[in-house]
């Protein structure tokens, strides 16, 4: 058989103007299907940024916080990763309060960075799991900078301690957490409490703190006054609260005051076993140095049988008042006996030796 004919049929069966045809609507459709469907072209890559945020872990076992360092890492997904960049440790209560700066890389959408599917607000609580360990905190800020602003600050502590313990305390004494020194003790004086087994100590340290916004934080608290605070050491544990912020143990000029102090209903034995000249000592410096007192019997009122109303002595009870030449620091805010604050109505302890007398004082001189 002719492949073309006399009649132009091809295979004598279709015209060769028909088969042309034909090829040709079948190439338009394969074309059309192509471009349709298309083939394997990548999708373009999605665009990537960093931010830094402060994350707090809140407290952690010591096991965990060994574990923590600068630069460990957690992907969420295949475009999120969070970098450890810096690493605060402070003592809270029995475990240790963490702190972190984070780097942390997402997608950008419509110029918002987003971080695991949304944006790291503040709050937030974010994970970071390693082949380690497995901890979430909540995120307190968000800003430029992979460190946190460190604010070495400078307070006095008060607390009350055991005879043995306080006599422990001394300047050098170190803070340490999983290897990182977070505070140092400057300075210290002990004073006696109404309790001999106690003392009433005042340490002035330095304190690790970091900057968020506006405030000083250590310990998970702002660093103010009346804050309290957990300070241990290897021989002992100061839970004290803080009386100053800023200043020194000795802050302000040494200067002698005469103080009125006075105690009610005094056993007559112990009234009698205080006498001028007796003095407190602090190491070779003198803290206080009675110069007088005046001893009266205590006053009862009594009711008789006929319903009148009688004011008598009582038989064993004084009332004592003594005159005393206290050692103090003048301060802008007046002036302070064993770091405390020395006002008519507030109550100081002397350690005169042979007796401990806590009175309230009367008068503050010059």
Do not use: C, W
Not at 136 to 147: F, I, K, L, N
Not at 154 to 182: F, H, W
């Amino acid at each position: 058989m002719e492949l073309i004919d006399d009649d132009g049929d091809l295979f004598g069966v279709v015209n060769v103007v028909d088969a042309l045809v034909i090829l040709v609507v079948l190439a338009v459709g394969v074309a059309g299907v192509a471009l349709v469907f298309g083939g394997d072209e990548p999708e373009p890559e999605p665009e990537l940024d960093t931010t830094h945020a402060t994350l707090d872990l809140g407290t952690q076992p010591g096991y965990v916080v060994d574990a923590v360092n600068e630069g460990d890492t957690y992907s969420p997904d295949d475009v999120s990763t969070l970098t450890v960049t810096d690493v605060h440790v402070t003592p809270r209560g029995n475990d240790v309060g963490v702190t972190l700066r984070v780097a942390l890389e997402g997608e950008v959408a419509e110029g918002t960075l987003t971080y695991a599917n949304a944006p790291p607000r503040l709050g937030r609580s974010l994970d970071l799991v390693t082949d380690r360990y497995e901890v979430s905190g909540h995120v307190r800020a968000v800003g430029d900078g992979d460190a946190l602003t460190r604010d070495s600050t400078r307070v006095v502590v008060r607390d009350t301690l055991p005879t043995s313990e306080a006599d422990d305390v001394a300047a050098g004494d170190e803070v340490r957490i999983a290897g990182r020194t977070v505070a140092t003790v400057e300075d210290v004086a002990v004073y006696a409490t109404n309790d001999p087994d106690h003392r009433r100590v005042f340490l002035e340290a330095t304190v690790d703190a970091h900057r968020e916004g506006t405030d000083r934080r250590f310990a998970g608290v702002p660093v103010r006054r009346g804050q309290t605070v957990s300070l241990p050491t290897a021989d002992y544990t100061v839970d004290g609260t803080i009386a100053r912020v800023g200043e020194r143990l000795d802050a302000g000029s040494a200067a002698d005051r005469t103080v009125t102090l006075r105690m009610d209903d005094v056993r007559e034995d112990m009234a009698d076993a205080i006498e001028p000249g007796m003095v407190e000592r602090a190491g070779d410096d003198e803290v206080a140095r009675v110069t007088d007192v005046e001893t009266r019997p205590s006053i009862i009122i009594a009711t008789g049988e006929d319903g009148s109303v009688n004011v008598v002595d009582h038989p064993v009870d004084r009332d004592v008042t003594v005159t005393a030449e206290l050692r103090v620091r003048e301060t802008p805010s007046g002036p302070r006996f064993k770091g405390e604050a020395l006002r008519q109505g507030s109550t100081v302890v002397l350690d005169l030796g042979t007796v401990t007398v806590e009175a309230t004082v009367v008068s503050v001189g010059a």
